[in-house]
């Protein structure tokens, strides 16, 4: 079955049609071939992007040759605003510091600590889940935002304080809305003052957030408290070579990039695997088996996550069909070669996760939701760089780890609890704006498993 209803351009497009889909779903104007061609190369109003969706080339470009390549201007021009120049937006020596800094947090070791925070998060939706009357119909993308939010706030910053939950998830989602608009603008090399629609709203929760984050800074820096934290990691970090410590700007530019990336993409990861679960109950009951086989039916503990193996495949299989992360960006800051092809200074090169992940070539039978394909033996019998919803080399997702972990917590926390369903015939539109959404949320009911919860 088709999983997706994404049509990507069958042929070049005129310009305007390009800039129309960009603004409307980056990923229509994509065009056909880079989901079976290695590298398609695109040019767009005198700029040369090349679209890299081979294994071996993607290779070069995030892992072996990274060090030839910046983040693109279209991509920074979008996140900088709100990110600053924190670890996802800065480059070399400054990067290099934030990401020696936080490392430590993101330790295996470290990230098994937030297990109590992600499953006490799980259980309090779950009860509030358990509670409604059979058959009531939710948005479950903004109940998955609201538990990873929950988690991301206790886990960085030792919990929400007097933060407005609400309004930040608000502020994020208008200033994600106004992305692609910097995408198109960026294309067009406009300055940074020409106005966009939703462009005061963009900005306005652009600073909503930044203001609540840096005063949370401030407060720690006042009351001089110390937590288990990334917050106070940062405030007590220095420069190895320098000694310099971070500036309460720089420890916003990075809380808030934490924040950002670290709770839609789980949540998203979460909303299109309870979608594909209500079209395949078979791999759900596989999913209860394994969860009642670990934890002997009672209650799921910290220890038991890491034996939900197959709960994790589902994870990995959903972020394959429905990656997060839907694309990753970069420039060439010099001459160099990937694949048969001699990228200029200047070159864009584009790693079009989406289309990777539905490659015929790559993955047989592309469409179909089959968890068995991230067995052990099949993992190792594929190329490395076939699968990357986490993306590749020095810049790869920090909060790996964490995310999965917490990903398989809340399902193992929730699945035993309550069954959710899409309407019948529903097929979800994914819509990127850096990150990719449900365009029209994930409207699903909610039923109760056993009528009186002991899990
Ligand atoms: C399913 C969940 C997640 C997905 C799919 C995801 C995906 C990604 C991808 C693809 C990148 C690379 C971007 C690039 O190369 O341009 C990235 C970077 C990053 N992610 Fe995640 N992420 C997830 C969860 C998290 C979590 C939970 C955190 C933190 C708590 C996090 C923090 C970051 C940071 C800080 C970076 C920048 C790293 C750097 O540039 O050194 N992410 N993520």
Redesign the pocket.
């Known amino acids: 079955m088709s999983e997706a209803a994404i049509l990507p351009a069958p042929g070049p497009l005129a310009t305007l049609r390009i800039l129309r889909r960009t603004v409307r779903n980056p990923i229509e104007s994509w065009p056909a071939a880079i989901y079976t061609s290695p590298m398609v190369r695109s040019r767009f109003l005198g700029q040369t992007t090349w679209f890299v969706s081979g294994p071996d080339e993607v290779q070069t470009v995030l892992v072996d040759r990274a060090e030839a390549f910046v ?1 693109a201007d279209a991509m920074r021009r979008g996140l900088e605003p709100a990110l600053g120049q924190g ?2 937006t800065a480059e070399g020596a400054r ?1 290099r510091l934030q ?1 020696r800094i936080a490392a430590p947090v993101f330790r295996p070791s470290h990230v098994n600590d937030f297990l109590p925070a992600m499953l006490t998060a799980a259980r309090a939706l779950r009860d509030r889940w358990v509670a409604l009357p059979a058959g009531t119909e939710l948005d479950v993308a903004s109940e998955m935002m609201h538990v990873t939010f929950e988690i ?1 706030l206790e886990t960085m910053l030792s919990g929400r304080g007097d933060i407005d939950v609400a309004r930040c998830e608000r502020s994020i989602r208008d200033f994600l809305e106004s992305t692609s608009w910097a995408i198109v603008l960026s294309a067009l090399r406009a300055p940074g003052w020409v106005p966009f629609p939703g462009k005061y709203r963009a900005g306005a929760g652009r600073d909503y957030l930044r203001a609540m984050t840096f005063a949370r800074v401030q407060e720690r820096r006042r009351t001089g408290e110390r937590h288990d934290d990334l917050l106070s990691l940062m405030l007590d970090a220095r420069d190895p070579e320098t000694g310099e410590a971070l500036n309460d700007t720089e420890i916003t530019d990075n809380l808030l ?2 924040i950002g ?2 709770h839609e ?2 949540a998203l ?1 979460l909303t299109w695997t309870l979608f594909l679960l209500s079209q395949h109950p078979e791999i759900e009951t596989r999913m209860l088996a394994e969860i009642d086989a670990v934890t002997g039916g009672g209650a799921l503990r910290s220890e038991h996550v890491e034996a939900l193996g197959y709960v994790r495949q589902v994870v990995m299989e959903s ?1 394959r069909i429905y ?3 839907a694309m ?1 960006v970069r420039t060439a800051t010099e001459r160099v070669r990937v694949g048969g092809n001699e990228l200029a200074p200047g070159d864009n090169a584009f790693v079009p996760i989406y289309a990777i992940h539905r490659n015929p070539t790559l993955w047989p039978e592309p469409e179909r939701f089959d968890p068995g394909r991230f067995t052990a033996d099949q993992v190792r019998a594929r190329h490395r760089w076939a699968y990357l ?3 590749a080399g020095p ?6 780890g ?2 999965l972990v ?2 398989v917590a809340i399902l193992g926390v929730l699945l035993p609890a309550v069954r959710a369903e899409a309407q019948r015939g529903f097929v979800p539109t994914p819509k990127l704006r850096v990150t990719m959404r449900p365009a029209e949320g994930m409207m699903m009911q909610i039923y109760r498993r056993r009528p009186s919860t002991t899990i």
């Open positions: 983040k670890i996802l990067w990401r991301i990039t934490f990336a670290g993409t789980t990861a972020m990656p997060p992360v990753v919803p986490f993306g810049r790869i997702c920090i909060g790996m964490f995310a917490e990903a």
